[in-house]
């Protein structure tokens, strides 16, 4: 079995599903919400089923070079919205019924921390495979 379809558990993702996910939340949620947090007046944010929305989502673009690719320009339009922001912008408050208030800036604590956890589980699901060869 290659690595990027191997699942540590049942309930796991693999590094496929994982780097889907990583594109998916760059573009359709995190990105969305630090738009709507600068452009609206404390917006009330909803909250997302992530596994859900895997299982509905076009996967035509879901081998690993694509989707790291897909998710490079993804990341960089994030980054250039982060560039232009002011100190009043990065303020900015928005409600979510998961992490009550926050600002713009602990929103983008947030989206890296995120990140940081799925790299993590990337990394345990390749040692996991590593130690099936073994």
């Known amino acids: 079995m290659m690595r990027r379809y191997y699942r540590q558990d049942a ?3 693999t590094i496929r599903e994982i780097l ?9 949620i995190m990105r969305t919400r630090l738009e709507r947090i600068i452009k609206e007046d404390v917006p009330s944010l909803t909250s997302h089923d992530e596994k859900h929305w895997y299982s509905q989502r076009n996967k035509g673009r879901d081998q690993v070079g ?17 560039t232009f922001l002011h100190d009043s912008e990065w303020a900015r408050r928005a409600y979510h019924p998961e992490y009550d208030h926050f600002t713009a800036e602990e929103w983008v604590g947030h989206w890296a921390e995120h990140d940081t956890v799925h790299i993590a589980q990337i990394e345990r699901n390749i040692a996991s495979w590593q130690a099936t060869l073994a």
């Open 11 to 13: 309930d796991e993702w």
């Open 20 to 28: 889907a996910h990583l594109v998916d939340d760059e573009m359709f």
């Open 66 to 82: 694509e989707l790291l690719h897909d998710f490079a320009i993804q990341r960089t339009a994030s980054l250039n919205i982060l």
